[in-house]
């Protein structure tokens, strides 16, 4: 799964750990990652196996310590509230179809169905809507955001987050994620998706796809080095669609982010069940980091998540909504913030190296 998760690029959709997601052994998260409750799990199962199977004691004795110390690292607060007063959040899903997104004749509908959905918020701290969900490069619709950072602060909304694309002066176009309101910020997506916003072929091949009018221009990729987004005490994490399936990625954000913000397009799955199982990862995220994670995607599932992974507010997918709840700023490190994946990879190797050492041992017996 390490292995997986690194390789060209990486791909760690389907780790095993991601189904214990604010469960009971994913108090392993905040010490390991994913990987490390990926681990237990297959150290849980086969114990039962050798339970079961070749009536060892060994097994129901692995078993029993598992349990335990799972339970007692559930009780193990790694990080605080860095205040009392919590924060209000409203996260916008507008339910946009794929397929009618990027459609000239839905531009206008599209930018009349988000600013409508500031109506009801007036007080809000915090608003986010989705990845892109302005369809459009950024220049070609400032009159539109002048219109949102004039309406938000009518309504004192102090921020109002959104995904826009942004191009640079050389004419290169990032995903990016921009904030109107109190304190204007910028992030651009770093971790892009392979075939889907570049393409890792050579130039003919390039020029071959052009000629077949199929999708071949890359989107930029965003510096390594960007910073939190700014608000009052707020230090917010951003990341954008499914940047927050690597937990490794975003740890140079931390600790000074105190909460973590993803935007998300999942319309591209249609009605699969991948909405939910991205779902599970973020609140992986949450776990591994003990912050909150705020979720806004364009067709579902938006949620607010705690720093245990327990989902305190959530959208039904395919629906349009906007969903309202509170979080607070965290404070603190978890031991995965200070060595990622190392913890993993270095136990694993000892694993497999005491497991051929006994096999010999054995052989020669």
Request: hydrophobic fraction near 40%; charged fraction near 15%; aromatic fraction near 12%.
């Amino acid at each position: 799964e390490i292995f997986r998760g690194y390789f060209l690029t990486g791909f760690p959709w389907f780790s095993l750990g991601y189904m214990e997601s604010g469960s009971l052994i994913s108090s392993w998260a905040p010490i390991g990652g994913v990987f490390l409750v990926s681990m237990v799990m297959a150290m849980a199962s086969s114990a039962i196996l050798l339970t079961f199977l070749n009536k060892r004691v060994s097994g129901s004795l692995i078993i029993v310590i598992l349990i335990i110390s799972s339970y007692l690292l559930g009780t193990v607060n790694w990080t605080h509230k860095s205040n009392e007063s919590s924060y209000q959040v409203a996260l916008v899903q507008g339910n946009i179809e794929q397929d009618k997104k990027w459609l000239g004749s839905e531009f206008e509908n599209t930018l009349t169905l988000y600013a409508s959905s500031l109506t009801n918020l007036e007080g809000t701290d915090l608003v986010i809507w989705p990845e892109v969900a302005i369809p459009s490069l950024k220049r070609n619709v400032e009159g539109y955001l002048e219109y949102l950072d004039t309406k938000i602060k009518e309504k004192d909304i102090q921020m109002l987050i959104l995904g826009i694309n942004t191009q640079d002066q050389n004419g290169q176009v990032f995903n990016s994620m921009i904030s109107l309101g109190e304190e204007e910020n910028i992030y651009q997506k770093r971790h892009l998706v392979p075939f889907g916003e570049y393409f890792p072929v050579t130039e003919g091949i390039r020029s071959w796809m052009q000629s077949i009018n199929l999708p071949s221009r890359d989107i930029a990729k965003g510096d390594r080095d960007q910073q939190p987004f700014n608000l009052g005490n707020l230090r917010m994490l951003p990341s954008i669609c499914y940047e927050d399936i690597f937990g490794s990625d975003v740890l140079d954000f931390f600790p000074q982010s105190n909460v973590i913000i993803n935007i998300t397009n999942n319309a591209w799955f249609g009605k699969s069940i991948a909405s939910a199982q991205h779902l599970q990862m973020s609140r992986m995220r949450a776990i591994e980091s003990g912050r909150y994670l705020l979720r806004s995607t364009n067709t579902g599932i938006s949620a607010i998540i705690g720093p245990k992974g327990k989902i305190h507010e959530t959208s039904r997918p395919h629906e349009y909504s906007v969903i309202t709840g509170s979080f607070f700023p965290m404070e603190g490190r978890t031991p995965y913030m200070l060595w990622g994946d190392t913890f993993s990879l270095l136990l694993s190797i000892f694993l497999m190296t005491m497991g051929v050492i006994i096999g010999m041992l054995r052989f020669k017996n």
